[in-house]
């Protein structure tokens, strides 16, 4: 790989905006441990710790609710026409089919079907499920950063390079799940009891050795990448990888308090990339042929109806179907706790938010072409780093 095409792309870009996409993409991360040790040695644990949950708690209405809907605003675009028009072909439709139709119709069978026959087992395996993927979800966002910012910073990888990259990913997904061991416990979600899949101590320990196996070839990648550029241009992304691998994955409960912000801090990363996909592409279409609405009213509007539908699914909708739906004399005494329904809408959410997530941010949606717009790199550069989350 030619050392000229390491060098940064957007150079030109002013610091703040610099700064800016460092602190949104994961750079917050380290900054927030040394605070949250300040707070807990000027206040003890119990006064932060009820602060910072309060805080995230309802932040959740305005980050974590908008970065779930906002998906299927993106995704459900033009549904006609990307299912069974010409805007996807070949392998790009068949995920579009798969993640637009049959996952929710699947999950939504599962849900129905599991409050429909009172069962704990079915809603609670729905749940497990949830939160077996969203490693997978997390890892995958982490890699399609890297390759995202290393291509507006003109810095390509080649497809042996990517493949270390997402085996660590990968890696760090199995043992953020099989740690720590479970023997299988009696555990509670959103009201419903279920117990849990057991795993034991071999399955930690082999999964942890892998992924400290695959830290060797990454380092490794990383080395040759330097030595031929002379320099490694690769801080914000690399930052932004290691803290989705490392502190919003695996070690997620190293800090009391942190743990509380990781879900705004991933969709802060999320919606920093919706921002530049519809923002570029907003800015594109207020000129001719089309001279459309301006950027900062489509931008205003996309916020507003993720935030209405953020509203409709986690709140609105779940508290009327439990109303309705579940006996309140004996909401105690029912096998699926009192809110059953919103335990089933959000696994529903979630997990179709994973699949849809997948066929959107990938090389063969022409829309992703606007997360390096403004940076301008060679077209073969474009190809080759927003193939962000091919796996």
């Known amino acids: 790989m030619a050392a000229g095409a390491e060098q940064s792309a957007p150079g030109?870009?002013?610091?703040?905006?610099?700064?800016?996409?460092?602190?949104?993409?994961?750079?917050?991360?380290?900054?927030?441990?040394?605070?949250?040790?300040?707070?807990?040695?000027?206040?003890?644990?119990?006064?932060?710790?009820?602060?910072?949950?309060?805080?995230?708690?309802?932040?959740?209405?305005?980050l974590n609710d908008p970065h779930f809907t906002v998906t299927y605003l993106l995704f459900y675009r033009d549904a006609r026409a990307r299912a069974f028009g010409g805007v996807f072909r070949g392998w790009q439709r068949a995920r579009y089919l798969v993640a637009g139709l049959l996952v929710p119709l699947a999950v939504a069978t599962w849900a129905v079907t599991a409050i429909a026959t009172r069962s704990p087992v079915a809603l609670g395996a729905l749940l497990q499920l949830m939160f077996f993927l969203v490693g997978w979800h997390y890892v995958k966002q982490g890699f399609g950063v890297l390759m995202v910012l290393s291509a507006r910073r003109g810095v390509r990888w080649s497809p042996r390079e990517r493949w270390v990259v997402l085996a660590h990913c990968f890696a760090a997904w199995a043992y953020a799940w099989a740690s720590p061991a479970d023997p299988g416990r009696e555990v509670e979600e959103k009201g419903v009891v279920y117990r849990t899949l057991a795993h034991g101590v071999t399955l930690e320990r082999a999964t942890h050795a892998v992924f400290l196996a695959t830290l060797l070839p990454l380092v490794w990648v990383l080395v040759q990448k330097r030595r031929r550029a002379g320099r490694l241009p690769l801080f914000t992304p690399l930052v932004a990888l290691l803290c989705t691998v490392w502190s919003w994955t695996i070690y997620t409960s190293i800090d009391p308090l942190v743990r509380y912000m990781t879900p705004a801090l991933h969709s802060l990363q999320y919606l920093y990339f919706v921002w530049l996909l519809r923002g570029n592409e907003a800015r594109e279409r207020e000129g001719p042929p089309w001279f459309e609405r301006s950027r900062g009213t489509s931008l205003g509007l996309l916020a507003a109806s993720a935030l209405g539908l953020g509203w409709l699914?986690?709140?609105?909708?779940?508290?009327?179907?439990?109303?309705?739906?579940?006996?309140?004399?004996?909401?105690?005494?029912?096998?699926?706790?009192?809110?059953?329904?919103?335990?089933?809408?959000?696994?529903?959410?979630?997990i179709h938010h994973y699949f849809m997530d997948h066929a959107i941010w990938r090389h063969d949606n022409p829309e992703t072409r606007y997360l390096v717009r403004d940076a301008e790199p060679s077209p073969s550069q474009t190809r080759d780093a927003v193939a962000a989350q091919a796996a």
């Open 313 to 350: 699914l986690f709140h609105i909708a779940p508290s009327a179907l439990d109303a309705a739906l579940v006996p309140r004399r004996s909401a105690t005494a029912v096998a699926l706790g009192p809110t059953p329904w919103f335990a089933a809408l959000y696994a529903f959410v979630n």
């Open 12 to 62: 030109a870009r002013p610091w703040p905006a610099r700064l800016g996409e460092f602190l949104l993409v994961g750079g917050l991360t380290p900054l927030l441990f040394p605070l949250s040790w300040l707070l807990r040695r000027s206040f003890g644990l119990d006064a932060p710790e009820y602060a910072v949950g309060f805080l995230f708690f309802y932040g959740a209405f305005v």
